[in-house]
């Protein structure tokens, strides 16, 4: 099988970019199944039913998200009934939505998808791990489904590389998003799990984690909020990991994809 996942989408410059090179991707990378993490994709902060909209028809097939979810308040409703948008599996149980979800990928196959968060230096969440482990027990690789992806939204890339190696064996890719910033670890861990820190994100790179760089350069020179954060709206990169899975559901590949704007590019080989 041949998934993507696509890194935090930044407003509409991200959104743009994923529009405009996902359907290209997808015919030459002959996928089976996109995750893109667009908790940013509403303006940065947030996911609308419009924005969500707009990505499935780009040609995603389930949104994952973090710590800004719920920062769009018309989601809390949505998420209730659209189960391709998936938030953090360890808020407490009462929070609307749900964290994991079975999927038919291109040709049938299953695949599971978990949307976990850290919880160094982020919101004091349940348990990740074990939140992750309840699910992987439910519904186990290559018993429950052909391909298993998490997506660890976290700050703390030891927290994420925890993640990879705890899901070792029982996941086909484990990757982090929230950095925004695509890390050169890309690798296979030796239990067969694909595994890179971050992502990256869908933004342009002329700015600070995809934002307008006035602003945060300002913070960080007077310690004083002058306004509100805001997309950088320059020409976006598309950041993503290419994973190819076996007939176990373990990688047999991992490559890092990067199409357009200003980092250098970087596409599988055929």
């Known amino acids: 099988m041949h998934i993507l996942f696509i890194g935090d989408i930044i407003g509409k410059p991200g959104r743009d970019v ?3 090179e996902l359907p290209r991707l997808r015919e030459r990378l002959a996928l089976d199944f996109v995750v893109a993490n667009g908790e940013n994709a509403a303006g940065g902060f947030g996911l609308t039913r419009a924005t969500a909209n707009e990505l499935f028809s780009a040609g995603v097939d389930c949104i994952t998200t973090g710590n800004h979810w719920a920062d769009q308040k018309e989601i809390l409703s949505h998420i209730e009934e659209e189960d391709r948008i998936l938030r953090p599996l360890n808020y407490p149980r009462a929070t609307p939505g749900r964290g994991a979800n079975l999927f038919a990928a291109r040709g049938g196959a299953r695949v599971l998808v978990i949307n976990a968060m850290g ?19 439910a519904c ?56 890179q820190t971050d992502a990256g994100a869908c933004c342009d790179y002329d700015s600070v984690i995809g934002m307008d760089k006035f602003e945060p350069v300002q913070r960080f020179v007077k310690k004083i909020s002058g306004a509100r954060f805001a997309p950088a709206d320059g020409p976006a990169t598309l950041c993503a990991v290419f994973v190819e899975t076996d007939a176990r559901g373990l990688a047999r590949r991992i490559d890092p994809v990067r ?9 599988p080989d055929n």
């Open 18 to 20: 994923v529009s405009a």
């Open 119 to 137: 919880r160094i230096y982020m919101d004091p969440l349940d348990d990740p791990f074990a939140a992750v482990e309840a699910e992987l027990g």
């Open 140 to 195: 186990a690789l290559h018993d429950g489904a052909d391909a298993v992806v998490v997506d660890i939204h976290a700050e703390a890339s030891s927290e994420k590389m925890a993640m990879g190696h705890f899901c070792d064996g029982r996941a086909s890719l484990v990757v982090g998003s929230h950095s925004h910033v695509p890390t050169a670890d890309a690798q296979i861990f030796p239990g067969g799990t694909a595994y």
């Open 259 to 267: 199409v357009g704007g200003r980092l250098k590019p970087a596409m």
